[in-house]
């Protein structure tokens, strides 16, 4: 069983609904991340957080809006999304080395697959 | 642009056979490159993980080489396993970035026949 918890694993939402993803990981990595994985493509990056702070966005629609409410806990709050942010969201997490995450493995969840009808 | 190029895209072998998946990348200079192994609807595990001074690394029967001169990697399994049927993806980490800002192969789908 992985690390990383996140839930729900499958969710199904309108256009108009707010929904919320949530990632746990009790390893005490202070470096957790968002990735967007479409069938048979390798995962895309959108957010990295680290000491709870965001440092990396990658130029993701403002209808994606993560939090990070402790070392623990990343949670990614969804609103207005369009069919074609369908997809598997993946949370990962890693340690942070006094040069980064250069050789720390990220650490990753199951992910929730997600569908916007 | 770094890119990270893997082949063949797709493989079926029998179980209990030995198979390489080979990695060619663009990406320098580079800390460490990575291979993961996504199941189907789960999320990715990783396999091996080299430094750029690093030729091989091993994990069971998953080994990992990495030339550094030529800018290619490969994944060796032998005595497959039916749960070795998987995606494996090969993953660099470019220098200078402070945090894990991969680049991603498009990965190798790896089917393993009873």
């Known amino acids: 069983d992985t690390e990383v918890t996140q839930t729900p694993k499958h969710l199904v939402m309108g256009m108009t609904n707010k929904k919320s993803l949530k990632c746990e990981q009790h390893?005490?990595?202070?470096?957790m991340y968002w990735y967007k994985q479409k069938a048979k493509k390798p995962p895309e990056l959108m957010f990295v957080y680290s000491y709870e702070k965001l440092s990396i966005n990658e130029s993701v629609p403002s209808r994606f809006s993560p939090e990070c409410p402790n070392s623990s806990l990343l949670n990614l709050h969804l609103h207005a999304l369009q069919p074609e942010d369908s997809a598997l969201y993946l949370c990962a997490s890693s340690q942070v080395t006094a040069r980064g995450s250069y050789n720390s493995p990220l650490h990753f969840g199951n992910g929730t697959r997600l569908t916007v009808t | 642009k770094n890119q990270v190029e893997q082949s063949p895209q797709s493989l079926i072998i029998l179980e209990g056979k030995n198979c390489t998946l080979q990695c060619n990348y663009t990406v320098s200079p580079f800390s460490n490159l990575r291979w993961y192994k996504q199941d189907t609807g789960r999320g990715p595990v990783s396999l091996t993980i080299?430094?750029?001074?690093?030729n091989t690394k091993s994990n069971g029967r998953y080994t990992a080489t990495l030339d550094a001169d030529t800018k290619q990697s490969s994944l060796h399994i032998t005595a497959s396993q039916l749960s070795d049927s998987a995606s494996y993806i090969c993953v660099v980490n470019p220098i200078g970035t402070g945090y894990s800002t991969l680049t991603f192969g498009k990965g190798t789908m790896l089917l393993v026949s009873p």
């Open positions: 080299m430094t750029f001074s690093e």
């Open positions: 390893m005490g990595h202070r470096a």
